[in-house]
């Protein structure tokens, strides 16, 4: 496909012609009128937090915007006297009464609000559902994150994410996101504008954000706007707080297995700021005296532990009042470890092991206000992700001034690296119109999986090594993308956009033009009807075994063999607002996936074979509907989501080439939350979940079948035969039905130099057996009598979480 690569080159150079030709339209149409423009930066007037999304709206021209990422708005209007408001969820709006003669820098900064319901004016919300043109997109408050119960305490966002209609969790207690019938490596998850390859820690239990040094979190699984590429299911957007631009501040709190602690502050007030943010497990500490009695009682020392810890910085400083720099960083880290020792007269054996992941990402951007209507952002990132697996066993025998030595070595290393530089605009020429368009190159390095190996036995006196290593593969990602949201009329709003994309790799290009487009239409003032089309493309893969989260997982790029994934999704439905308070939205959705990754029947990560033979590519294929309702200002907030889904995979190589349930289809999924604020001191949150169990494969049936290497051997005849187990078809079981309910209570307080809050709770609390694992168990039966022998097989199940009661304390100051 060398061909391709003109092609791209010249849908990059169109796009940015059509942009250049599009803006000096917009610009010359709008310089014959009598308009001006209001421009400047929202913001949190406590912290100096420039606050995402926020409303602007004039009750006079009825035309109104939002603030970008960084906090920056635009609003053209006509000369004339306006009545503006600023709002945003959780704020009390603020308005103003200008006379517009002239362009206008205004930068607002709103006061947050401790009760809504006591606050004269209140944002109803950022931009109202009806309003907006997206689709499949949800932002959900962090503080509203925060309240949801939580396993052990530990607050999730991935966990609560899960909690929304079309995204299916990989298992109980895990953290693991399936979209829309998509895989794991479906969902771009962006910190910072930074992918985060494995989200995971503690094999899937916890994720590695904390929440402390989160500001913003937005979801979105279909109608995916130009700017967003790369991944066919989701993208998860997590922003994370800039630091406190006034004070120094610090919240905190120690759980049952962990503890985390958030300082934030200016480095000079008003202009710079920094926040820092750590947390780490102490399972390890906590399990050393029991692991150590153990192993005092068998004669052994050493030790066994795991633990995590993720760490948070970011710090920015105002260069101008148009230019703004940031640096952020996240690191963080799993470690399994084993290490015992054993001594006798004359011998001592030695045996350690250790598993070792974790993800580096840092990011350093440049903001820049070029004019009233036109402002960009440059973005320098790094992400790695690295897996590490070594164990080792040693014995020494000493016998008549004679040593003899055993050992081996086993290490096993894979990753990836990615290299990025980004550009983006926004450019908003007058209320119909808000263009944002940019750039992208990404330098990936792929390490597949390095095997080394090495034996040495007792009776040798050199040592046997076997290493298989796969070749790292380097290639490059480029975009472009341009996109609208165009207000055509009062009724009608579309967002429409193209994204651009190459891949060189292995001497050929793969490109792909991927065209975005998002419909709304007004009936009446309440409802409002909506569309989207999308194609999206995949250049990365990951090779997972569809189980527990276990960072044993590959990254793995498109190769000559192996090609991207490809995805087309169409969807329809309605939104409506109940009241002030309340959002209303049904969506339908039907999506095809081509291309899709999984590996070959009977293979696995151990095979000692190039990766590309390991595996399989086919299609996928996942529809249905999703229910939301949903408050997210008041004393009381949450939501309630419904999601009817099918999802099917066909591989050539997987089940005879025939098309089966998905892992993780699930006809009915039901997820209902909610927090109560009874006063400032006490709240109440529950959570209850139910869902369709999810698939796997089992034998139903088993039958004799000769084996050929018994019947040349001189035995009895029935021993020919072997008893084999019969699988249908696969995933052809049912998990059953998963439900389960989580409550807790937060006690707040106002100390003299802080706030304390304690929270209290429990994870299932009417202790649901859910099903964590199933295996079929043989059994035999002898009867004394007649000598017969019955074998039965019994289908029984592992449930790992009974109720799991949590207290946790937290402070502020």
Same mark, same amino acid.
């Given at each position: 496909?060398?061909?391709?690569?003109?092609?791209?080159?010249? &849908?990059?150079?169109?796009?940015?012609? *059509?942009?250049?030709?599009?803006?000096?339209?917009?610009?010359?149409?709008?310089?014959?009128?009598?308009?001006?423009?209001?421009? #400047?930066?929202?913001?949190?007037?406590?912290?100096?937090?420039?606050?995402?999304?926020?409303?602007?709206?004039?009750?006079?021209?009825?035309?109104?915007?939002?603030?970008?990422?960084?906090?920056?708005?635009? *609003?053209?209007?006509?000369?004339?006297? *306006?009545?503006?408001?600023?709002?945003?969820?959780?704020?009390?709006?603020?308005?103003?009464?200008?006379?517009?003669?002239?362009?206008?820098?205004?930068?607002?900064?709103?006061?947050?609000?401790?009760?809504?319901?006591? &606050?004269?004016?209140?944002?109803?919300?950022?931009?109202?559902?009806?309003?907006?043109?997206?689709? #499949?997109?949800?932002?959900?408050?962090?503080?509203?994150?925060?309240?949801?119960?939580?396993?052990? #305490?530990?607050?999730?966002?991935?966990?609560?994410?899960?909690?929304?209609?079309?995204?299916?969790?990989?298992?109980?207690?895990?953290?693991?996101?399936?979209?829309?019938?998509?895989? $794991?490596?479906?969902?771009?998850?962006?910190?910072?504008?930074?992918?985060?390859?494995?989200?995971?820690?503690?094999?899937?239990?916890?994720?590695? !954000?904390?929440?402390?040094?989160?500001?913003?979190?937005?979801?979105?699984?279909?109608?995916?706007?130009?700017?967003?590429?790369?991944?066919?299911?989701?993208?998860?957007?997590?922003?994370?707080? @800039?630091?406190?631009?006034?004070?120094?501040?610090?919240?905190?709190?120690?759980?049952?297995?962990?503890?985390?602690?958030?300082?934030?502050?200016?480095?000079?007030?008003?202009?710079?700021?920094?926040?820092?943010?750590?947390?780490?497990?102490?399972?390890?500490?906590?399990?050393?005296?029991? =692991?150590?009695?153990?192993?005092?009682?068998?004669?052994?020392?050493?030790?066994?532990?795991?633990?995590?810890?993720?760490?948070?910085?970011?710090?920015?400083?105002?260069?101008?009042?148009? @230019?703004?720099?940031?640096?952020?960083?996240?690191?963080?880290?799993?470690?399994?470890?084993?290490?015992?020792?054993?001594?006798?007269?004359?011998?001592?054996?030695?045996?350690?092991?250790?598993?070792?992941?974790?993800?580096?990402?840092?990011?350093?951007?440049?903001?820049?206000?070029?004019?009233?209507?036109?402002?960009?952002? &440059?973005?320098?990132?790094?992400?790695?992700?690295?897996?590490?697996?070594?164990?080792?066993?040693?014995?020494?025998?000493? +016998?008549?001034?004679?040593?003899?030595?055993?050992?081996?070595?086993?290490?096993?290393?894979?990753?990836?690296?990615?290299?990025?530089?980004?550009?983006?605009?926004?450019?908003?020429?007058?209320?119909?119109?808000?263009?944002?368009?940019?750039?992208?190159?990404?330098?990936?390095?792929?390490?597949?999986?390095?095997?080394?190996?090495?034996?040495?036995?007792?009776?040798?006196?050199?040592?046997?090594? !076997?290493?298989?290593?796969?070749?790292?593969?380097?290639?490059?990602?480029?975009?472009?993308?341009?996109?609208? @949201?165009?207000?055509?009329?009062?009724?009608?709003?579309?967002? &429409?956009?193209?994204?651009?994309?190459?891949?060189?790799?292995?001497?050929?290009?793969?490109?792909?033009?991927?065209?975005?487009?998002?419909?709304?239409?007004?009936?009446?003032?309440?409802?409002?009807?909506?569309?989207?089309? +999308?194609?999206?493309?995949? !250049?990365?893969?990951?090779?997972?075994?569809?189980?527990?989260?276990?960072?044993?997982?590959?990254?793995? $790029?498109?190769?000559?063999?192996?090609?991207?994934?490809?995805?087309?999704?169409?969807?329809?439905?309605?939104?409506?607002?109940?009241?002030?308070?309340?959002?209303?939205?049904?969506?339908?959705?039907?999506?095809?996936?081509?291309?899709?990754?999984?590996?070959?029947?009977?293979?696995?990560?151990? @095979?000692?074979?190039?990766?590309?033979?390991?595996?399989?590519?086919?299609?996928?294929?996942?529809?249905?509907?999703?229910?939301?309702?949903?408050?997210?200002?008041?004393?009381?907030?949450?939501?309630?989501?419904?999601?009817?889904?099918?999802?099917?995979?066909?591989?050539?190589? =997987?089940?005879?080439?025939?098309?089966?349930?998905?892992?993780?289809?699930?006809?009915?999924?039901?997820?209902?939350?909610?927090?109560?604020?009874?006063?400032?001191?006490?709240?109440?949150?529950?959570?209850?979940?139910?869902?369709?169990?999810?698939?796997?494969?089992?034998?139903?049936?088993?039958?004799?079948?000769?084996? $050929?290497?018994?019947?040349?051997?001189?035995?009895?005849?029935?021993?020919?035969?072997?008893?084999?187990?019969?699988?249908?078809?696969?995933?052809?079981?049912?998990?059953?039905?998963?439900?389960?309910?989580?409550?807790?209570?937060?006690?707040?307080?106002?100390?003299?130099?802080?706030?304390?809050?304690?929270?209290?709770?429990?994870?299932?609390?009417?202790?649901?057996?859910?099903?964590?694992?199933? !295996?079929?168990?043989?059994?035999?039966?002898?009867?004394?009598?007649?000598?017969?022998?019955?074998?039965?097989?019994?289908?029984?199940?592992?449930?790992?979480?009974?109720?799991?009661?949590?207290?946790?304390?937290?402070?502020?100051?």
């Amino acid at each position: 496909m060398p061909s391709n690569l003109p092609l791209c080159s010249k &849908v990059l150079r169109g796009s940015a012609l *059509l942009l250049f030709l599009l803006a000096c339209k917009l610009g010359n149409a709008q310089s014959t009128a009598a308009k001006f423009t209001i421009s #400047g930066y929202i913001s949190d007037a406590q912290s100096g937090e420039r606050l995402i999304g926020a409303s602007v709206f004039d009750a006079k021209s009825k035309q109104g915007t939002v603030s970008n990422t960084y906090g920056f708005y635009s *609003l053209t209007l006509p000369s004339d006297s *306006l009545v503006l408001s600023f709002s945003y969820v959780g704020y009390g709006t603020q308005q103003l009464s200008i006379l517009l003669r002239e362009n206008r820098e205004l930068n607002i900064q709103l006061e947050n609000a401790v009760l809504l319901e006591e &606050v004269q004016i209140i944002a109803e919300r950022s931009e109202r559902i009806t309003q907006s043109s997206r689709m #499949g997109t949800i932002d959900v408050p962090i503080e509203q994150i925060k309240h949801v119960p939580a396993m052990m #305490g530990e607050v999730d966002v991935l966990k609560a994410l899960q909690l929304l209609p079309g995204v299916a969790s990989g298992g109980e207690g895990q953290t693991g996101i399936y979209v829309r019938g998509g895989g $794991p490596d479906q969902n771009l998850i962006l910190l910072d504008g930074v992918p985060v390859y494995n989200a995971n820690h503690l094999f899937g239990f916890f994720s590695v !954000f904390n929440a402390d040094a989160i500001k913003d979190v937005s979801l979105v699984k279909g109608g995916f706007p130009a700017r967003y590429g790369g991944r066919l299911s989701s993208v998860i957007d997590i922003s994370l707080k @800039d630091g406190h631009e006034k004070e120094w501040h610090g919240a905190g709190s120690i759980g049952l297995i962990a503890s985390k602690l958030t300082l934030e502050g200016p480095i000079q007030k008003g202009k710079s700021s920094i926040l820092i943010s750590g947390r780490r497990t102490y399972l390890d500490v906590l399990a050393q005296p029991i =692991v150590k009695s153990r192993l005092r009682r068998e004669g052994r020392t050493g030790g066994t532990g795991y633990y995590f810890y993720d760490l948070n910085a970011k710090a920015n400083y105002q260069l101008s009042p148009k @230019d703004r720099l940031y640096l952020s960083f996240y690191g963080g880290k799993d470690k399994f470890y084993q290490n015992t020792r054993q001594e006798e007269d004359e011998r001592n054996e030695t045996s350690s092991s250790g598993l070792l992941w974790g993800n580096l990402t840092t990011a350093l951007r440049w903001n820049h206000e070029w004019n009233n209507k036109l402002f960009s952002n &440059v973005l320098l990132t790094r992400s790695r992700y690295r897996l590490d697996n070594e164990n080792g066993y040693q014995e020494n025998i000493q +016998t008549n001034n004679l040593r003899e030595e055993e050992y081996y070595k086993l290490n096993y290393l894979s990753g990836i690296d990615d290299w990025a530089f980004k550009i983006d605009f926004d450019f908003i020429p007058q209320p119909r119109h808000y263009l944002k368009f940019g750039a992208s190159a990404i330098h990936h390095t792929f390490f597949p999986g390095d095997f080394r190996t090495e034996y040495k036995p007792r009776t040798d006196s050199l040592a046997n090594k !076997f290493d298989f290593i796969q070749p790292t593969v380097r290639s490059w990602e480029l975009d472009a993308y341009i996109e609208d @949201d165009w207000k055509i009329s009062d009724r009608l709003r579309m967002n &429409v956009g193209l994204h651009a994309t190459a891949f060189p790799v292995g001497g050929q290009v793969y490109s792909s033009l991927q065209p975005r487009l998002n419909l709304r239409y007004l009936l009446g003032t309440e409802w409002a009807i909506k569309g989207a089309y +999308t194609q999206m493309q995949q !250049f990365i893969h990951l090779l997972t075994n569809e189980t527990i989260g276990l960072p044993t997982d590959l990254w793995l $790029p498109t190769t000559a063999k192996i090609k991207p994934q490809k995805s087309w999704q169409t969807a329809l439905g309605v939104a409506r607002e109940l009241g002030k308070k309340w959002e209303l939205s049904v969506e339908a959705y039907y999506k095809k996936m081509d291309n899709i990754i999984a590996y070959k029947e009977g293979s696995s990560l151990l @095979d000692f074979s190039n990766w590309e033979e390991r595996i399989t590519q086919g299609q996928g294929e996942a529809y249905g509907a999703e229910f939301f309702l949903q408050k997210k200002t008041g004393r009381f907030t949450g939501w309630l989501g419904y999601t009817l889904s099918w999802a099917w995979r066909q591989l050539d190589e =997987v089940n005879l080439g025939r098309k089966y349930p998905f892992r993780y289809d699930r006809r009915h999924d039901i997820e209902l939350t909610g927090t109560y604020e009874f006063s400032p001191k006490t709240r109440f949150s529950a959570t209850w979940v139910y869902g369709t169990g999810n698939a796997v494969t089992f034998g139903t049936s088993r039958y004799a079948r000769i084996d $050929p290497q018994v019947t040349s051997a001189n035995l009895p005849p029935w021993s020919f035969y072997r008893s084999e187990l019969y699988v249908p078809e696969r995933n052809n079981f049912r998990y059953p039905a998963y439900h389960r309910l989580d409550v807790g209570f937060d006690f707040t307080k106002e100390k003299k130099h802080h706030t304390r809050t304690w929270s209290i709770g429990a994870y299932n609390a009417y202790n649901r057996a859910n099903a964590f694992y199933l !295996f079929l168990d043989r059994s035999t039966t002898y009867y004394g009598e007649t000598g017969k022998r019955v074998q039965t097989t019994e289908l029984k199940q592992i449930a790992l979480f009974p109720i799991v009661p949590y207290v946790t304390y937290g402070f502020k100051f």
